[in-house]
């Protein structure tokens, strides 16, 4: 007789546990107790912008290099050094270049003589030939000795200038004003020029202005236009924006890993020398800009509600259909589109166009929080967007102001303030669900 009773205890505690689960689960599902997050309709900002890297260069450099090769035996500036065109800034050592001097001065001296005396053999010859008293054999020897020093007294006057010329490559001067950002050469170096000039300096024009070669992706460049603004930021200044505006768009394009990109010029102004060469900047390309407009958070456009809350709104809508009046569409869970009596919806015929103006493309929906906390769908037209914010304007049957409530999300459980814990059974360290 125990035993039964003991049975029957188990069964009936089971019993209770299971109800009282059910009454939890029913009241804790409820739609009553859903919790919206919501934001304001405020008028803002909203700007459509490309992004995009570059590195930052001076407006105008120059290599500054040497023709003739040596040993540097004078340097005269230093990095970041301010210079002026023709300022002396380095020189090689003329030992070799001046025994090349006087030697093709020495040379110059000796096929002037022998050109000298070849030419009073000519003057003398040239009568006497005339008189026929030479034959042309004989004159032909000597005229041609005289045109042959002539050509080499040339030759002679040549090698001295290109001695001379050399001699002054050793000074080596700025071409242009401007700052020293680069230098490749210490004393006791030597350079060599047989193939191609060596780069000693790098002299930027002027840093007060500088430039930026961003590589823009071909999906993008048709949105960059000369003229277009550009907002920038370095590394080393990350709370900074610095203003460019794009100067050129070069149709070359550069291909690295089947991606096509071009290289896009941008100018900005740089008065306090905080911007520096070979820094990398991350740009934003302005496409649009719109001032003082409505504005929603993106995430209010994208939001669905339940699917309780979907059915209660068609629910009063069917009941202001059969009355007669009211609003006869009907809306779908997961859908921004609706069709009557949810046939086939507007998505389905994307060429139609809204008296409005509103498309497929450019159609959203909102959702108002009520003063009675319920939710109601309101059709709008998307403007310019930057991910984060969207400009709407053009709403259907209510008059779009700010400080309306509009939802972009659910509250979860562990978002709740203040709300209890509720459990069907005692946590360790309590009893009953109170603490010991």
């Known amino acids: ?36 997050i919501t934001e304001k309709i405020t008028r803002g900002t909203v700007e459509n ?9 001076p407006v105008g450099d120059v290599e500054v290099g040497t023709q003739i090769s040596g040993t540097i035996s004078k340097v005269y500036v230093d990095f970041n050094d301010t210079v002026q065109k023709d300022q002396l800034i380095a ?28 030419k009073a053999e000519y003057e003398r010859s040239k ?35 290109k001695a001379k010329i050399n001699l002054g490559y050793a000074t080596i001067r700025s071409p242009i004003s401007g700052t020293v950002i680069e230098r490749s050469v210490e004393v006791g170096q030597t350079v060599s ?11 930027a024009e002027n840093l007060a202005n500088m430039e930026i070669l961003a590589s823009v992706d071909e999906s993008d460049i048709g949105n960059i236009r000369q003229g277009q603004n550009v907002r920038f930021s370095v590394q080393a200044y990350p ?57 929603v958070p993106a995430a209010a456009l994208r939001f669905n509600p339940p699917q309780n809350v979907i059915d209660n709104i068609n629910k009063l809508r069917d009941s202001s259909q059969n009355s007669g009046k ?26 139609k166009r809204e008296p409005d103006g509103m498309t497929v493309q450019n159609r959203g929906m909102i959702w108002l929080l009520q003063d009675d906390k319920s939710i109601k769908p309101v059709f709008v037209k998307q403007g310019t967007s930057d991910g984060v914010v969207t400009e709407i304007f053009e709403a259907r049957g209510i008059n779009l102001k700010e400080g309306l409530q509009v939802v972009v999300g659910i509250k979860s459980g562990s978002e709740k303030k203040n709300k209890k814990s509720l459990s069907l059974f005692p946590q360790p360290g309590r009893i009953g669900g109170r603490r010991r």
Not at 9 to 35: D, E, M, P, V, Y
Not at 49 to 57: A, E, P, Q, V
Not at 96 to 110: I, V
Not at 193 to 203: D, E, G, M, R, V
């Open 193 to 203: 020029a047989s193939l191609s000039a060596p780069t000693l300096f790098i002299i």
């Open 127 to 161: 009568p006497l030939y005339d008189k026929k008293y030479l034959s042309e054999q004989e004159f032909a020897k000597v005229q041609t000795d005289y045109l042959t020093q002539k050509a080499a007294l040339e030759l002679a006057n040549a090698s001295v200038k």
């Open 326 to 351: 009211g609003d006869q569409r009907r809306f779908r869970s997961g859908s921004k589109n609706y069709g009557p009596g949810g046939k086939k919806s507007e998505a389905d015929r994307p060429r």
């Open 91 to 118: 020189e090689l050592d003329r030992t070799f270049l001046l025994s090349a001097y006087d030697e093709a001065k020495a040379s110059l001296s000796r096929t002037r003589a022998q050109f000298e005396l070849a």
């Open 239 to 295: 709370d900074r924006q610095y203003e460019g505006t794009v100067s050129q768009i070069r149709l070359q394009p550069e291909t690295i890993q089947n991606v096509v990109t071009y290289t896009v010029v941008v100018n900005a102004k740089n008065p306090d020398g905080s911007l520096l060469p070979g820094m990398t900047a991350t740009l934003d390309f302005i496409q649009k800009r719109v001032d003082n407009t409505l504005i």
């Open 1 to 36: 007789m125990k035993r039964h009773v003991t049975i029957g205890l188990i069964i009936a505690i089971l019993g209770a546990a299971a109800a009282a689960c059910w009454l939890f689960l029913q009241k804790h599902h409820s739609s009553g107790n859903i919790s919206f």
């Open 49 to 57: 912008t490309i992004s995009s890297t570059g590195t930052l260069n």
